[in-house]
């Protein structure tokens, strides 16, 4: 039998002895139940694991260090000294921006900064790293001197914060400058994005049995739950599975099956 | 009179030409039988805000001179009893004075003043302003800025000819190294070398200036009489400090970023020798007899003694955090002892 939007149907007619009592199941959702819990055994996800699988934010480059405009100066050679990288009001005790460079309330554990090393008294290289760790033994910038050399620099930093996000040890004396451009995050939950299906139907004889599969998902959407029900309140229903709905008709009439699907995307592109 | 070797408690990587512990008993040797007592080292603590007085004879930190900020530079006029001190990040010179230990004035000159230099009759004193491109030259009698020049950008070593009448500036910023004329206190001449240079020396008794470019990691050889580079020796590394041995027939320059100590020989400019002297090597200077070069490691925080002839490397002296000490920073004092009876 051809449904209404070209589905197939299986219909299995055959009389019922009795006379069915009103049994009416409408839009009952069951994708969403059949999903199996995680157990702790599986361990954290790759996906949305939120100290590994971060999340970018580009943001327009703001000055958050300037060591020449600070009371301080130049960090001297051997020296070093830390900064807050991000949620600060203002920036200009660093000698930076007088804004928050749009950063109040992010959560990160990375920053992507643009480092530039300013006139360097003599050859020498700059080690950006976290706050209140070990430097590491390699260098992020090397510089000769007098010379003025930036580089990008991703630099962890301590989350939960800290007194200061990062630190800039200077094997020459050289003022600094540095730019926050963007920062990594924990992934945020984000609600799927969901569209209902058109309607499928299907007419059941006295007495029959059908299964009615939902229409098919617009491309690039999954189908997560299927909704039946009948235009009558005579029919006795039964509900299968995510993908249809199968029915015995009980009533000594034809009853009219609906099926609808409900599909949901990760919102993006 | 004790030999540097063993004076110290922190050994340093041996030479990576000559590190036989033979090498090093000579250079006990050596050196002691050379580094007159009275013979010490001004190491200028660029993180600790004062001067060690090295005895390089014992081997011993004789005491230790609070100076400006980040001192850097340092320059000797023993026929005057005084030695100067640029503060980096202080905007001024130190005075001290050699028979008392102390600072006996404190003279404003120009922004981040880097290496220092006096003239051979210990009158003027002359002091690079990195951060605004200039030279001040200071009457050493009356510690006063008689005239400031400007020079070109970046100014950082500084180098006085034997005769006085030139004075040589490496100008970081521009690849160049300024010379003027100590009479009139003028530029006369610009000559170009290679990318960041530092430090600047000027041969004993030949028309020879030396200078050692950061950026493009060699050593300019400048002919003084006509002011241009004649040799441009590869030193590999970030160059960083330059002398000339007292017989004027080798170079020794420290490479920051390589930690090691090369000789440059003069007669061919060729690379004859490199010593691992520990990390980040900033100022050196030679013994009055040249038998033991000292060497500033900024990140070592000690001062390191080399046996000259034969790169053995001698017990590290510890000193204070951060020594650069650019310049010529041994002071023999003429008859072993000093006014106050320090020793």
Redesign the interface.
Known sequence: MATADGLEAYVIARRTARSSPLLLIPFLVCGAAAAEAPSPADGPKTLGAPGSNLVYTPITACRIVNTEATAA??I????TRSFSGIGEASYTAQGGSATDCGTVGVVATALMLHVTAV?P?????ATVYPFNTTRPGSPSL?Y????VVNGAVLAQIPNPPQASDFTIHS???ANYTVDIVGYFAPPQATALQCVQSSLSTLDIPAGGFATLFSPVCPAGYAKTSTSCDTTSTLAYLTITAISGCQARNTSASLQQLNAQATCCRVPGR | MRTVAGAGPRPLPVATIARTAAMVLALAVAAGGRADAATFAYVANHQANNVSVVNVGTGTVATTIAVGAAPYGIAVAESRGRVYVSNHLGGSVSVINTDTQAVVATIPVGARPAGIATSPDGTRAYVANFGDGTLSVIDAVGNTVLVTIPVGANPNGVAVRADGARVYVANSGAGTVSVVDAATNEVTATVTVGTGPAGVAVHPGQPRAYVVNTGSATLSVIDTNSNTVVATVRTDGYPTGVAVAPGGNAVWVTNALDDTLLRVETAGNTVAQSVDVGPYPAGVALSPDGAVAYVATTEGDVLVPVNTATGGVGTAIPVGDGPVSLGRFLYQQPDGVFANGFE
């Open positions: 100066g130049p001297a050679a051997g020296a006139t008294t003599l050859a020498g290289t090397q000769s001197a007098g010379a094997s020459a004396t």
